[in-house]
């Protein structure tokens, strides 16, 4: 949990820091904060977790900008694309061995009284290898963070919050 | 004509994990198959580290259950540098293990495997989850499950330093003590633990045992292996998630070992098979005799039931209470009903929270000698503890500093892995009878393997964090000729 949440817009990354491009998400998260780090209305996060875990962190933000990578094996690595969260409405009502999805928590917030993001914005970028142990990335996809963070910035209006 | 059925999660990780079926001539289940994905080269990552990251870097191949790697870790570092944790230590970092199993435990009971009772089997799945829980048994219970979880959550962080991979243990002991007023807030959440088990037990039986038609799903025989098994326990053989040995049970319930950390290599082995990268853990001195169940197989069963089958019972007194009452209705010792896992499961998290109070009780944790230096050459060290899924092993190889030569992790869903694809497999055939597949295919497989709760690493973070399924069935051509998508 955050324990000093101050901000109004939460950039959250999620992904696994040792597992190759599983980390992209996070490398752009830390390249925003580089980008952003004199505006006091965004904080920072990165975790290697989702569904009703995140909900303690998410919680009490009015805008939520999430960043995780993706592997669909049909966009070009380093793709960029985002979603809104009734992209996964299809999906609200699934059960799985691990965990409920994003809007499934947000109902199940809603529900409770639990205050949650009004605004939520996700962010995925397409990915190669996402199954061996590495500190690094492909390449590829570490000279594109740049890029790919300003992007995010732009679609997601964060700079003029 | 042989066809091959795949019950398939699609979700944003290629070759994830996924169930295969596959029919003989007249079209009933000849092999079902659980498969999960390789994650590469842990072993390989690890090399040439120092030893004392591997608390840090272990909880991170998974985020389900990473206060157990940190724990299991911190312990096989305590081995391998020689070095005895004084006594305030340990119970603090099994104060906060309670915390963990007890969060761990709630987690699978509200939102992933209860459901499929307190919802119901035959619910639609799209039902049978934590949502279609707050619908059954109102807003409240909804609003206890998260506010408890969260404060066992909190210890976690207060003592882990972060909640979701702690860094608090070091080889030794651990890096923070505990302050009078943690302590009183601990003991606070701790019996506010100890009455929300208590009434989660009574939610079970006022809805699944009350229920004559789930009690005879749970007891029926398609969800049942009578199979070896493994647990932690004390000295007095009692339930224990943190320290002690490790005792197997046969399938009758007679102790058939009951050995150190250290010894596992003498009493387990891994089986390979072509067709799936995880590997099959088998008790040695029995030997691989296929995936079949019965004393002469040497398949083992761990995790909650697995525990309490290999115990003389639990070390606290309503856990006791209640693991008696449990036994009685299920009609004896060992159980065999794998769908009992989720009652289990219950058993433990009122274990895990009176131990909790317990610990916290103790005025020994305000102790401030809370780490013993290491002072010994390291060469080898090996760790276990109970995971929520079962018993997990770490064993490390360094050089005389300390940076790893090699290192191997028995993962607990790995000791389940032959267990959990016989589960599967039995009811698959209980669904399939000469090619008809009934639509009810997907929600009682997926029951068998999720009262294992097993647990898939990667798929942690998965984006819309569900996992839909996907029947194939393929005919002799393998040509796919039915799909069946669960939305």
Known sequence: MIDDKKAEVLILGLGNPILSDDSVGLRVVDTLKEIINTKNNVDFYKVATSGIEILDIISGYKHLILIDVIKTGKDKIGTLTKHKISDFNNSIHLTNPHQLNLPSVIELANKTGIPVPEVIDIFTIEVEDIYTFSLECLPELKNKIPEIAKEILNKSGVLET | MARKITVDPITRLEGHGKIEIFLDDKGNVSNAYFQVPELRGFEKFSEGRRAEEMPRITPKICGVCPTAHHTCSAKTLDDLFKVEVPPAAKKIRELMYSAFMFEDHALHFYFLGGPDFVVGPDAPSGMRNILGVIQKVGLDAGKKVINIRKRARDIITKLGGRVIHPVCGLPGGISKGVTKEDREEFIETGKDMIEFS?????????????????????????????????????????????????????????????????????????????????????????????????????????????????????ATPDAQKAYEKMYEILGGKPAHNTLAYHWARLVEMLYASERLLELAEDEEILDKKIRNIPTEIPDEGIGVVEAPRGTLFHHYKTDERGVILKANLIVATVNNSAAISMSVKKAAEGLIKNGKVSDGLLNMVEMAFRAYDPCLACATHFLPGQTPLKVNIYNSNKVIVKTIIRD
């Open chain 2, 198 to 314: 208590k009434f989660s037990l009574k939610l079970f039986d006022d809805i699944v045992l009350a229920n004559k038609k789930y009690v005879d799903v749970i007891t029926g025989d398609i969800y049942k292996h009578k199979t070896y098994y493994m647990g932690l326990v004390d000295g007095d053989n009692k339930v224990n998630f943190y320290d002690g040995m490790v005792r197997v049970v046969n399938p009758k319930g007679e102790e058939f070992c009951k050995f150190k950390s250290r010894d596992y290599l003498k009493h387990i082995e891994e089986h390979v098979e072509e067709w799936s990268y995880i590997k099959f853990p088998y008790l040695k001195k029995i030997g691989w005799k296929g995936f079949i169940d019965g004393v002469d197989s040497g398949i083992y069963r761990v995790a909650p039931l697995a525990r309490l089958n290999a115990s003389d019972g639990m």
